[in-house]
């Protein structure tokens, strides 16, 4: 069903024709520690949009396939047997950071990224260490933290983002560093969050960093090479437009690209910056807080949507936008921070139903002159950067989302310092308020809540589903859940060793399911005793089952 569903996106990116490149950049790091080089095996297109790689259904990009939706075809965990899952195997590193990994698991070696950027290739049935890495990181925009999320891998090469905002690209087979560029810069305020994205010989790369008023884009780069190709800016340059000084600007891309019908890449972008302040950006701040559709060949705009015109509350669009058909044809849908579900036709921008509020709302434009309002959500509410998971079994989208208001304010930006940060505000999230969170699965059909659940602490990373009729996810206090797809009813629970700021995935190897997840958590949510305690466990159901 899963291929039938990406048959035309296949189609188009058969003819997908990429102008040669050839420059290389030199390399820094630590040399990689091999310990055993096994084959590595070819990326494909099939590959990567059915999961099906190297004779196994594997997990090739970060939620699953490069049209999005974190769904997986296995079924041999169900809802009939979930509650049997058990601990197969555990990865633990010791560099110190909070982790927001999400796995690329293709042909028996899962490859992940801990603090700090570094990558570890482990062997996907038991976790033993293959290789790694480490980069040597110089300065970064701390205010966005050191967590990265994540890998891409093709062309025989596994490419990972830095948070000093260099791009690199390692051998798949055993780690050693092929090319290094640097596609932004720290100093101005840029960072990297997004997993890099592998397509057809070019990786795709966003910028972090909208609340420093840096100019938010999208670029691809030749996988050969590091060499830029395009670059596709989200916003205006200083000056121009809008963005009326230096201190104001935004429009970042904190997440993966998705890829769609005839050639079209998907991408979501963040707030206008200053965040709060909207005196000084006049209009509707196009195309801050958006879905962006771009040839994939050109990087020349198709079409944009706009979720929330002139953002008065840090309401980013930051989550992948997931792909999908139904009836109606090609979708793209998105889940922001403002709380709502939106879905639009995927080769017109054409909203297709009314958004879909799945959180608490109430906005109130933040007064200036130190009166605070409280808004539902506050900056830490709504759909974070986490990925929408579509089963095509049900016709639902499933969606994290965080009840957590926040007292706001406005003011101008009095002297904005070229990386740092232009809030034009002042937020206390109500600590002592209601903090939850939820999962939500929206009919995609009728753009109806199906069912949705609360859950005792924020959620943050996304959730997953899975054939066997099963939907997983965690929270942010360590509780790692399956819940039956179709009802929201929990079926399996486990408690983890820390916080959790990604999303699960599944895989196959040796006619084996496992669910895997990164253990350590997001900086922006404590609610265990240990957020940054960087670990993998994976969970197989026991062998009388499979």
């Known amino acids: 069903m899963l291929t ?3 048959g035309l996106a296949a189609a188009a990116l058969a003819s997908v024709a990429m102008a040669a490149v050839a420059s ?5 790091g630590f040399a990689p520690h091999a310990y055993y080089l096994p084959a590595a095996p070819k990326v494909t297109a099939t590959c990567l949009l059915t999961e099906r790689c190297d004779g196994t259904v594997s997990w090739p990009a970060p939620e699953g396939t490069l049209a999005g939706g974190s769904y997986s075809p296995l079924d041999q965990i169900n809802t009939r047997n979930v509650a049997r899952l058990h601990v197969a195997w555990t990865f633990k590193q010791t560099l110190a950071g909070g982790i927001e990994d999400y796995p690329v698991v293709i042909g028996g070696t899962a490859y992940l990224e801990g603090p700090d950027s570094s990558v570890y290739a482990v062997s996907a049935n038991d976790g033993n260490e293959l290789w790694n890495y480490v980069p040597l990181t110089g300065a970064y925009a701390t205010a966005y933290g050191a967590e990265s999320r994540g890998v891409a891998v093709g062309d025989g090469r596994v490419f990972l983002l830095t948070k000093d905002d260099h791009l690199i690209a390692l051998e798949q087979k055993g780690g050693l560093v092929k090319w290094n560029v640097q596609v932004a810069s720290a100093k101005a305020g840029y960072s990297e969050s997004t997993p890099p994205l592998y397509v057809d010989g070019l990786v795709f790369v966003g910028s972090a960093g909208g609340d420093s ?4 884009f999208e670029e691809a780069r030749s996988a050969a090479t590091g060499k830029l190709v395009w670059i596709h800016y989200n916003t205006p340059g200083t000056g121009k437009g809008w963005v009326t000084s230096g201190a104001v600007g935004g429009g970042a891309v904190w997440m993966n690209p ?7 890449l998907y991408f979501a972008t963040g707030n206008p910056s200053p965040d709060l302040y909207g005196a000084g950006r006049p209009g509707a701040n196009l195309w801050t807080d958006s879905i962006v559709a771009v040839n994939l060949h050109t990087g020349r705009q198709v079409w944009g949507y706009q979720m929330i015109a002139h953002d008065l509350w840090d309401y980013d669009s930051a989550s992948p936008p997931v792909v999908f058909h139904t009836a109606r044809g090609w979708i793209v849908g998105e889940a922001d921070k403002g709380g709502y579900w939106d ?5 017109t921008g054409k909203p297709l139903t009314a958004p879909v509020a799945f959180v608490t709302e109430n906005h109130i434009q933040p007064p200036p002159h130190g009166q605070y309002v409280l808004n539902w959500p506050g900056p830490l509410g709504g759909s974070e950067y986490s990925p929408v998971s579509y089963d095509p079994r ?6 994290q989302g965080n009840n957590i208001p926040a007292y706001e304010t406005a003011a101008p930006v009095k002297a904005h310092v070229p990386g740092g940060l232009a809030l034009g505000t002042a937020v206390k999230v109500n600590r002592g308020g209601v903090h939850t969170g939820t999962f939500t699965a929206v009919d995609v059909r009728t753009g109806t809540i199906a069912w949705q659940d609360t859950t005792p602490a924020p959620t943050t990373g996304g959730l997953i589903t899975t054939a ?3 939907a997983f996810g965690a929270v942010d206090n360590g509780t790692f859940e399956a819940l039956d797809a179709a009802t929201g009813k929990v079926l399996w629970s486990t408690t983890l060793p820390g916080s959790v700021g990604d999303a699960p995935v599944v895989y196959e190897d040796h006619g084996i399911e496992y669910l895997l997840i990164a253990v350590g958590g997001s900086m922006q949510f404590q609610y265990s005793k240990h957020p940054y305690q960087a670990e993998w466990i994976a969970y197989v159901l026991p062998r009388s089952l499979r």
């Open 24 to 28: 290389v950049a030199s390399a820094t």
């Open 258 to 264: 998705t890829v769609g019908p005839d050639g079209l």
């Open 394 to 399: 049900t016709g639902d989208a499933y969606i």
């Open 343 to 347: 879905e639009v036709n995927a080769l």
């Open 4 to 6: 039938a569903r990406l």
């Open 213 to 216: 008023a840096v100019r938010g």
């Open 468 to 470: 066997g009729g099963v």
